[in-house]
């Protein structure tokens, strides 16, 4: 009887690794063809980076620590970006009412932070940056991974 949990962690385990190949797949830069939602609470007034981390409303361990890191990097490396409004923080429930299209404009699997860049008000590109739930127990890596991403969605803003 002891195979039957080492078969049930094999089989979550394999469903991850599918999930996370998908991911990988989708995560490279493309365009929204739905109204965001920055565009539609008025928040994307000039040229900026959002940096939005799609959530569910209930969320696991795992979850919660990639947002935590997540918006950690953004207010430790960032301040003076997020207070010239250069770059914003939103953290969305895409299970709300009203969200459902954030799946397909965003090409998400599962939840994710997502770099999104404004031009003139207008979403120009944006970045899956799937790889930080590889990174999530690696925690130098996964700041620099998140950092990096940054910084260059911020540049091709300037």
């Known amino acids: ?3 039957k949990p080492l078969l049930v962690s094999i089989f979550v385990l394999m469903v991850g690794a599918v999930a996370f190949a998908v991911l990988a797949r989708n995560s490279g830069k493309g365009h929204s ?9 008025g928040a994307t007034r000039n040229t900026k980076v959002v940096a939005y981390y799609f959530r569910g409303t209930t969320r696991c361990y795992t979850c919660r620590k990639i947002e935590g890191l ?5 207010t ?6 997020l207070k010239t409004d250069q770059l ?13 299209h954030l799946f397909d404009d965003y090409k998400l699997i ?5 770099l999104v860049t404004y031009k003139n008000g207008k979403q120009t590109e944006y970045r899956n940056l799937t ?11 996964f ?5 990096s991403g940054m910084q260059a969605a911020l540049e091709r803003v300037q």
């Open 131 to 141: 790889d930080v739930w590889t990174l999530v127990n690696n925690e130098s890596a």
């Open 1 to 3: 009887m002891k195979r």
């Open 110 to 114: 599962t939840w994710s932070l997502v």
């Open 143 to 147: 700041r620099s991974y998140v950092k």
């Open 88 to 100: 914003e923080w939103q953290s969305v429930d895409v299970e709300q009412p009203g969200n459902e």
């Open 33 to 41: 063809q739905a109204a965001s939602i920055a565009g539609a609470s």
């Open 70 to 74: 997540s918006h950690d990097v953004v």
């Open 76 to 81: 430790s490396e960032f301040g003076p970006q």
